[in-house]
């Protein structure tokens, strides 16, 4: 990585993708991007050392993070200090989303990796390949694998089957 510029061309889509997919409107999503080359640039030194596809996943790690400071700094302090409002999800979605949360927290940095820029990006698997230089079947077997491993650490819940 001798030429930022071209680092910052080549995976400027992918950034941009991901913090519009954590819910960041076009503004927001622009501003992640820059934080998140902008951290990039300032850990270019380790960065280099690492193969492209752990540069993007530095990445998509970092504006991750970003865009879920940037929700709770946007959350008045109050909604801190009070009960929250009843939401209207039945309980088992919610419990349904925790286990997904979790499972995903124990699958491999790769896996969790090309499982969120499918289901929360968006990007299909030619879209991905590109993006992580890997070919299409490849990351189609990949993802395979990854909702296979994903499967294995949710237990359905009564009356249902994964």
């Known amino acids: 990585m001798d030429d930022f510029e071209g680092f910052y061309r080549a995976n400027l889509a992918l950034v941009y993708k991901v913090a519009a997919a954590r819910g960041a409107d076009p503004d927001a999503a622009e501003d992640l991007a820059q934080e ?4 990039a640039w ?3 030194e380790k960065l280099q050392l690492l193969p492209a596809i752990a540069q993007r996943a530095w990445l998509v790690q970092t504006v991750g993070n970003l865009a879920i400071d940037r ?4 959350r008045p302090a109050e909604a801190w200090e009070t009960a ?3 939401r209207h999800d039945p309980p088992a979605t919610i419990a349904q989303r925790l286990d997904l949360a979790d499972a995903l927290s124990q699958l491999p ?4 990796t090309l499982l969120l820029l499918r289901y929360v990006a968006g990007m299909n698997s030619r879209e991905i390949g ?3 230089e890997m070919p299409e079947g490849t990351v189609r077997s990949k993802l395979a694998r990854g909702r296979k491993a ?3 650490h949710i237990a359905p819940t009564e009356g249902e089957s994964l």
């Open 36 to 39: 998140t080359f902008y951290r």
């Open 42 to 44: 300032r850990a270019l």
């Open 71 to 74: 929700w709770r700094q946007s």
């Open 84 to 86: 929250p409002e009843p």
């Open 109 to 112: 940095d790769d896996d969790r």
């Open 130 to 132: 590109l993006a992580l």
């Open 150 to 152: 994903l499967a294995c």
